[in-house]
């Protein structure tokens, strides 16, 4: 979900649940000009590239061998747009430096990841039919990626998406939240409890029993269920301050620092303190959830909606259920948690059903012409012979985030 506000303070909106009422989204790039697509445009990028490092890696071995067959989506991979979008697409490791991509001369997909899936897709055909929000003119590169490490329990058992959003119209947005909203569906979908944990910038589903029954039309994991993490790895990039945001050192004060007030974003973001200035990137600043209904607390039904359940308009929380995360009560403003705070959701004594969460990141601006980026990694977390799933997962999310950092983050 994206959504934030033009110059004229008008509510600009891209927002998808599992498409019941529509959809916000098209396949394919927008003209640089004025935003714009065509069917013919979707068409052509109706398509997820799909590779693998295995055929990569026999590419560069066997790319001027004479019975060498070149995989499709290596000929097609679309790094260049047509007349009137972007030149650059896709992208591509130039072997002979001509800023052109040629398989032929021995060019080849830049993926992550030992298989990658990549597509490209925009908000600006027609009308939102999902959301019903006013179209923002953005063009969205994807590409999820993962691992094969059978030594690696954690890595081989986490998705990691990769999403690049490009402002292409002519409005400068202000006040905008991007959030990631997901449908975990832990096994049974009917039986699951909800919780985030702060400082790790994530959010998790669990199952609210002990056992896992079966579903309607869905396996449940019986005693051996896993949870399902969401990480928010690196978010949008913060506003420019002109400074290198110090790193979170444990002072709760820097989280209310009134002179310096983005330096709050270092509880969870990803960037600050590293020597460079005006890198900052967002962590997950916001975290709920909704049922599958059409109640008060159920799926959102129109711009306005989407828009206050990214940003938490009117409510006293920025974290719903975070245990013992929230040291620094960040949730809370800094201040002691009220008396009716729930740390768990076993606390409010709900009956598990069908959850929705929603992890979010703002607000920050985007500019007519800029991009803005997010990481996020989906972690299973397996028991152990201790069942130990719920204690075990703060451990996988380490894992992953410094894996990210030290290996992936650009």
């Given at each position: ?18 498409g ?11 003209r ?33 061998d ?5 995989p ?5 991979w ?21 800023g ?5 001369d ?70 905008c ?105 967002l ?7 909704h ?10 039904n ?52 069908d ?56």
């Amino acid at each position: 979900w994206l959504g934030g506000y033009d110059a004229s303070d008008n509510l600009h909106l891209a927002a998808m649940t599992h498409g019941q009422y529509g959809t916000d989204y098209w396949s394919g790039p927008l003209r640089l000009a004025d935003a714009s697509t065509d069917m013919m445009t979707q068409m052509k990028y109706h398509h997820v590239w799909n590779l693998t490092r295995e055929e990569i890696d026999d590419f560069i071995a066997h790319h001027g061998d004479e019975n060498y067959e070149i995989p499709d989506d290596i000929l097609t991979w679309p790094a260049h747009g047509e007349e009137g979008f972007a030149e650059n697409l896709a992208p591509f490791v130039d072997v002979n430096g001509d800023g052109r991509y040629n398989p032929m001369d021995g060019d080849y997909p830049d993926i992550k990841g030992d298989q990658c899936l990549f597509y490209i897709f925009n908000d600006n055909s027609v009308a939102h039919t999902e959301s019903g929000g006013d179209p923002l003119g953005i063009e969205v590169h994807g590409m999820v990626y993962a691992f094969s490490d059978y030594k690696n329990d954690t890595l081989n058992n986490t998705i990691f998406f990769n999403y690049k959003f490009f402002n292409r119209s002519a409005n400068d947005y202000h006040d905008c939240y991007l959030a990631v909203w997901d449908d975990m569906d832990l096994g049974c979908a009917n039986d699951d409890y909800v919780g985030c944990d702060v400082q790790r910038s994530s959010f998790f589903t669990y199952n609210g029993d002990d056992f896992d029954e079966d579903g309607d039309e869905q396996l449940g994991y019986g005693y051996d269920w896993p949870v399902q993490v969401g990480t928010i790895l690196a978010g949008p990039y913060m506003d420019a301050d002109g400074r290198d945001n110090p790193a979170f050192n444990g002072d709760c004060a820097m989280l209310q620092d009134s002179e310096h007030p983005l330096d709050q974003y270092a509880y969870n973001g990803y960037g600050f303190g590293n020597g460079i200035v005006d890198d900052e990137r967002l962590g997950m600043c916001y975290s709920i959830y909704h049922d599958n209904t059409a109640a008060t607390n159920g799926t959102p039904n129109s711009p306005e909606e989407y828009y206050a359940w990214m940003s938490l308009q009117g409510m006293d929380l920025r974290f719903y259920f975070p245990a013992d995360s929230d040291p620094c009560n960040w949730g809370t403003g800094c201040n002691t948690p009220p008396s009716d705070f729930y740390a768990t959701e076993e606390d409010t004594g709900h009956r598990p059903s069908d959850r929705r969460v929603i992890g979010s990141c703002g607000p920050f601006q985007l500019a007519a012409g800029q991009m803005q980026e997010l990481d996020f990694a989906q972690i299973t977390v397996f028991g152990n012979e201790e069942h130990a799933q719920m204690e075990r997962k703060g451990d996988f999310i380490d894992h992953i985030r410094e894996f990210f950092h030290n290996q992936y983050a650009k």
